[in-house]
C-alpha cells in the first residue's frame, strides 16, 4: 500500500501536507490529488458540468491535452497507459460529454488498461430531475469499469481519487470512472476525510497454490508436446524473463494473443506468432496437437479458440493462470486454475520443474513453420506487407506503433518483428474502430522522445480523423499510414469467404483526399500508389518534425491469411491461395 494510502486508512485522519490550504474548493481537492497520484497528463473537453475543476486547473503542474472528441480523450489515456505503465486520465462534463467516453472506457477495461475517467455532473440537488445534460453515467458504465464513485461530499475527493488509481492499476487493472456534481467541485473542504468504510482498499491477490503450482509443474515436466499461449497479463506483470525462461526449459513452444504481441522475442526459435482466428497456420496446428496447453495472462475468448470443442483437443491438461478468477473456466474448462500474478506463478513452476530438451517436439513446430509460412500475393499492386515492412524497418527497437481494427490491425501484427512488449499497442476485446490515431497520440505524450506510428485503415480513420488538430495544437508528432483499399476491407473478405461473395456496403465511394486534409490541419501529408513511392515518402514523413500522413493505396482485393473459418477448430485454417 502506497504511503498516501496509508495516511488515509484511517478514518478522519487529515491528510499530508501536500493537501490545498482548509477553505479550497473539491475541484483544487481533486486537482492536487491527482497531482499526488503522480498524473502530469490529463486528455479532456471542458463544458457546464465541469468548468470548476477547469477554473483552477491552470493552476497545477497538469499538462491538459485538448481534444475534439470525448472518445478521443478517452482512447489517448488508454494510449497513454499502455505505453507508459502509469494511469491515464481523462475528463468530460456530464451528459453527451460523458456518454461520449464510453466506447474509449470500454476498450480499455476489455484489455485490462488502467484508465481514470473524471465526469462532472449535473449539481446534487437536481440528480433525477432530467435536468439539462443530466445522464446517469454510473449506470451506463457499469459493463465497462472495474468501480464507479459518485462523491457527494467534496471531503471525499482525495480518499475516492486514491483509491481509484489503487484500483485501476491493481489486480487486473481496468477503467474506473469517478462522477462529480458541479456543487461538490465548488464545495469550501475545511478538513479533508480519509477512508470512510464505503471506499474499500482493493489488496493484491495472495501467492499462488502451492498444490496447484506444483501439479501444474508436474504436468508440463510429463508432457511431450507443450505449448505456451500468452496473452497481456504476462506484460502487465513484468513476467516476459519468467515466460521465456520456462519455455526454454521445457521446450514449449509459444504462441500469443493479440494483446499478448511482443511478450516473447518474435524471433525466438519457440515463437509461434498469433493463435487463433486469424492466428499463424503453425501455431493453430500446434495448439491443436499438444499434450499439455499453459494458457497464461489470456481471456481465452472466441477469436483465440475459434470452435470451442475442438480448442486443443489432444491436450490431456490444460492450466489456465489469470489474476482475475472470473476468467477461469469461463470458456475453457481448464484441469488446472490458478489464481495469482503471472511472473509469480510462473517462476514457481518452473523452480519445481527439471529442465528437459524436447528435440522431436522442436522438429515437429520447425516442420509447421515450413509448411505454413505468411503469404500474400504478387500482383504488381501495392501489398500492405510490404508497407509495413518499410516502415518496420525504420522504427527504432523502442518506437511504438499504435494499430486500427480490420485488416490493417492483423497485417500489422503479422509483420511485426518488435520483441518488447509495450510498443505493440491494439485494441482487442472490443475492437474499437477509430482506436489507433488518438491511442497513438496518448503514447506520444507519454513518450516524448519516441516515435510513434498509427497504422490504420481509411475508414477507422475518418472515425476521429478529428484528432489530427489534437495532434498538431498539442505538439505531438505521431506518424499516421493509412492502408487505403477504399472499402471495409475485413468486412468484404468476411463476406467473400463466409457469405457467398455477397459484397453489401463496403465501398468508400467518397473519401476526402487525405494529403490535402493533412495539409489542411498543418500536418505533412503525401499520397503512395506504389512500392517505388514507398521509401522515399516513409523517410519523408519519419523525418518531418511534426504529425505526418502517409495515404498508401494499397490492392484492394488485398486479404488476411491464415483464417480459420466461421464454426471450424483452429486446425481447419485456410492459406492464402493466390500465393
Known amino acids: 500500500m502506497s504511503s498516501f494510502l496509508a495516511a488515509i486508512d484511517e478514518p478522519g485522519r487529515e491528510l499530508p501536507s501536500t493537501a490545498p490550504a482548509p477553505g479550497a474548493t473539491g475541484a483544487e481537492f481533486l486537482l492536487a490529488a491527482l497531482v499526488r497520484e503522480g498524473v502530469d497528463t490529463i486528455f479532456g473537453l471542458p463544458g457546464g458540468a465541469n468548468l470548476p475543476i477547469y477554473q483552477y486547473l491552470p493552476t497545477f503542474p497538469l499538462r491538459h491535452v485538448l481534444v475534439r472528441h470525448e472518445q478521443g480523450a478517452a482512447h489517448m489515456a488508454d494510449g497513454y497507459a499502455r505505453a507508459s505503465g502509469r494511469v491515464g486520465v481523462c475528463m468530460a462534463t456530464s451528459g453527451p460529454g460523458a456518454l461520449n467516453l464510453i466506447t474509449g472506457l470500454a476498450t480499455a477495461h476489455f484489455d485490462s488498461v488502467p484508465v481514470v475517467a473524471i465526469t462532472g455532473q449535473v449539481a446534487t440537488a437536481t440528480i433525477g430531475t432530467d435536468a439539462f445534460q443530466e445522464s446517469d453515467v454510473i449506470g451506463s458504465c457499469l459493463s465497462v469499469t472495474k468501480h464507479s464513485y459518485q462523491v457527494r461530499d467534496a471531503r471525499d475527493l482525495s480518499a475516492v481519487v486514491a483509491e481509484a488509481f489503487h484500483v485501476a492499476r491493481t489486480g487486473r487493472p481496468g477503467a474506473v470512472l469517478i462522477d462529480i456534481p458541479k456543487d461538490v467541485q465548488q464545495q469550501p473542504v475545511s478538513v479533508a476525510r480519509g477512508s470512510t468504510g464505503r471506499y474499500r482498499v482493493h489488496r493484491a491477490p495472495a501467492p499462488p497454490s502451492s498444490e496447484l503450482v506444483a501439479r501444474a509443474a508436474a504436468h508440463l515436466a510429463a508432457a511431450e508436446r507443450p505449448v505456451i499461449l500468452a496473452g497481456r497479463g504476462v506484460a502487465v506483470a513484468g513476467a516476459q524473463g519468467a515466460l521465456q525462461q520456462l519455455a526454454e526449459a521445457c521446450d514449449a513452444a509459444v504462441g500469443n494473443t493479440l494483446l ?122 501495392l501489398q500492405p506487407q510490404e508497407v509495413l515492412a518499410a516502415c518496420y524497418e525504420r522504427l527504432g527497437p523502442d518506437d511504438i506503433t499504435v494499430a486500427d481494427v480490420g485488416l490493417n490491425q492483423m497485417w500489422a501484427a503479422a509483420a511485426w518483428t518488435g520483441t518488447e512488449p509495450g510498443i505493440f499497442l491494439n485494441s482487442g476485446g472490443q475492437g474499437t474502430m477509430g482506436f489507433a490515431l488518438p491511442a497513438a497520440i496518448g503514447a506520444q505524450a507519454a513518450n516524448r522522445t519516441r516515435r510513434v506510428m498509427s497504422v490504420c485503415g481509411e475508414g477507422g480513420f475518418m472515425m476521429t480523423l478529428q484528432e489530427l488538430a489534437t495532434a498538431v495544437e498539442a505538439d505531438l508528432p505521431v506518424k499516421v499510414v493509412i492502408l487505403n483499399n477504399r472499402q471495409l476491407g475485413m468486412v468484404r473478405q468476411f463476406q467473400d469467404v463466409f457469405y457467398a461473395g455477397v459484397r453489401s456496403q463496403i465501398d468508400h465511394a467518397v473519401t476526402p483526399d487525405f494529403q490535402m486534409l493533412a495539409q489542411a490541419f498543418g500536418c505533412h501529408g503525401e499520397v503512395v500508389r506504389s512500392a517505388a513511392e514507398l521509401g522515399p515518402a516513409i523517410d519523408a514523413a519519419m523525418a518531418y518534425p511534426g504529425p505526418a500522413l502517409l495515404d498508401c493505396w494499397i490492392d484492394p482485393e488485398a486479404n488476411i491469411y491464415p483464417i480459420v473459418p466461421f464454426g471450424k477448430g483452429l486446425a481447419d485454417f485456410v492459406e492464402c491461395p493466390e500465393s
Open 260 to 381: 499478448g504481441t511482443g511478450v516473447f522475442p518474435t524471433r525466438h526459435p519457440l515463437a509461434l506468432g498469433l493463435v487463433g482466428f486469424m492466428g499463424t497456420g503453425y501455431c493453430n496446428q500446434a495448439v491443436s496437437d499438444c499434450d499439455c496447453l499453459v494458457m497464461v495472462g489470456m481471456r481465452a475468448d472466441d477469436r483465440v479458440t475459434c470452435r470451442l470443442d475442438a480448442f486443443a483437443p489432444r491436450a490431456e491438461h490444460i492450466i489456465h493462470i489469470n489474476i482475475d478468477p472470473a476468467e477461469l473456466g469461463k470458456t475453457v474448462d481448464a484441469d488446472c486454475q490458478i489464481v495469482g500474478d503471472a511472473k509469480q506463478t510462473l517462476e514457481a513452476i518452473w523452480e519445481q520443474m527439471p529442465p528437459r530438451p524436447r528435440p522431436a517436439w522442436r522438429a515437429t513446430v520447425d516442420g509447421w513453420r515450413q509448411r505454413h509460412p505468411l503469404r500474400h500475393p504478387h500482383n504488381g499492386l
